[in-house]
C-alpha cells in the first residue's frame, strides 16, 4: 500500500490542527506556508475531511479550521480512510492463493493496527530525536 500526497498532507493539516487544539481557528493559509504546500490542494483536501466529521469550518475574518473532536479521539487510520480509501495491500485478498492471502492479510492487519492506534495527538506532539549525534562505526 502506498500513501499518497492526499493522505500525507492530510495528516499535516490533522496535526497543525492538533497543535493549535483549544486557541481558535486555523487557516489554510498558514498550514500551507508553514510547511510548503499549496493552499489550492490543501482546500481540496480539506473537504472531505469536514464531510467526514473530522474538522469543522469557522466562517469570518478569523475563520479557518477546527479539530471536530479532541485530539486523541482521531487516529492516523480515519484520516487515511477518508483521503485514500480502505487499508488493503492488494485490490482483491480473497482471489489469492491461501498462502499468499494469508500475507495479505498479516500485513493489513499490521498496518491497520499502527495507524489505528497512533492518534493525531501523538503525531502533533512527536519530538523528533534527530538532533542526537549519529552513531559512528569505524572499521
Known amino acids: 500500500m502506498k500513501i499518497s500526497t492526499k493522505g500525507r498532507y492530510g495528516l499535516t493539516i490533522m496535526m497543525a490542527l492538533a497543535k493549535n487544539y483549544g486557541e481558535g481557528p486555523t487557516s489554510l493559509k498558514l498550514i500551507a506556508k508553514e510547511n510548503n504546500l499549496s493552499e489550492h490542494y490543501l482546500e481540496q483536501l480539506v473537504s472531505p475531511l469536514r464531510n467526514a466529521g473530522l474538522v469543522k469550518s469557522i466562517r469570518g475574518a478569523y475563520g479557518g479550521y477546527i479539530l471536530a473532536r479532541k485530539p486523541s479521539e482521531i ?14 495491500p492488494v485490490e482483491v485478498i480473497e482471489d489469492e492463493e491461501p498462502a499468499k492471502r494469508d500475507l495479505w492479510i498479516k500485513i493489513r492487519d499490521a498496518v491497520k493496527e499502527v495507524l489505528d492506534n497512533t492518534t493525531i495527538e501523538d503525531l502533533a506532539n512527536y519530538e523528533d530525536e534527530g538532533d542526537q549525534e549519529p552513531y559512528m562505526f569505524y572499521i
Not at 83 to 88: A, D, K, Q, T
Open 75 to 88: 487516529t492516523a487510520g480515519d484520516v487515511i480512510r477518508v483521503l485514500e480509501g480502505p487499508i488493503s
